[in-house]
């Protein structure tokens, strides 16, 4: 199993604008779309990857449990569905109804997204404030598919808490840890190895 680690975009990022197909229902996903909240959060996740599978039943909980806090929450899968069919549409969208997500799980089939958000590793999270500059960039928590700490989604949350009531994210952040992002050959960006 490959570990590959974020690539901790500069805080005070804008968001890079997008739109892309949610694959449960069709429609376009965009932020504009999510309207003006006090937090995004954009996800880059898949089905096929453990440190995913590691984490995903916590990705559905912070969807759920932020969902009346009016935090604007999409997952993106950008990997190559040609060679990992477990990350095309049809799959994700198996992944999003039996983890019942609460948010949109979008496909980046040109990896266009993923490349402009410097997104490197599945997961990859990225919380913007309500002027959508990116506050926070990084791990779930510290827990690993192999190193025995329980799942809590602590950094994250209290990243997410901090935005939400107005309040600094420490920027002492730590990468998330992943997967590498499965990138259609001769599609690989500059800043991926």
Same mark, same amino acid.
């Given at each position: ?5 974020? =690539? ?17 229902? !069709?429609?376009?996903? &965009? ?12 996800? %880059? ?10 984490? #995903?039943?916590?990705?559905?909980? *912070? ?8 935090? @604007?929450?999409?997952? *993106? &899968? ?8 477990? /990350? ?5 969208? #198996? ?7 609460? %948010?949109?799980?979008?496909? /980046? ?8 958000? =410097?997104?490197?590793? =599945?997961? /990859?999270?990225?919380?913007?404030? !309500? ?6 960039? @990084? #791990?779930?928590? &510290? ?8 799942? =809590? ?19 002492? #952040?730590?990468?998330? *840890? !992943? ?6 050959? @001769?599609?690989?960006?500059?800043? %991926? @190895?």
């Amino acid at each position: 199993m490959a570990m590959t680690a974020s =690539t901790m975009l500069p805080l005070g990022t804008q968001a890079p604008m997008f739109e892309l197909p949610d694959v449960t229902t !069709g429609e376009l996903i &965009s932020l504009e779309q999510l309207g003006d909240r006090p937090a995004y959060l954009v996800m %880059f996740i898949c089905r096929h990857c453990p440190f995913v599978k590691h984490v #995903q039943a916590e990705l559905a909980a *912070i969807g759920r449990d932020y969902q009346a806090q009016n935090l @604007g929450i999409v997952a *993106i &899968s950008a990997n190559d569905a040609t060679k990992y069919p477990d /990350d095309a549409p049809e799959s994700l969208r #198996q992944m999003a109804e039996e983890l019942s997500f609460t %948010f949109p799980l979008c496909f /980046d089939a040109s990896q266009d997204t993923a490349k402009v958000y =410097t997104a490197a590793c =599945t997961p /990859d999270f990225f919380l913007f404030d !309500g002027d959508r500059r990116l506050a926070y960039r @990084g #791990q779930l928590d &510290s827990s690993r598919p192999s190193n025995g700490k329980p799942v =809590t989604g602590r950094d994250l949350r209290a990243a997410i808490d901090a935005v939400l009531q107005g309040k600094p994210v420490s920027p002492e #952040q730590l990468p998330s *840890i !992943g997967c590498n992002i499965k990138w259609i050959p @001769g599609n690989e960006p500059t800043y %991926f @190895g």
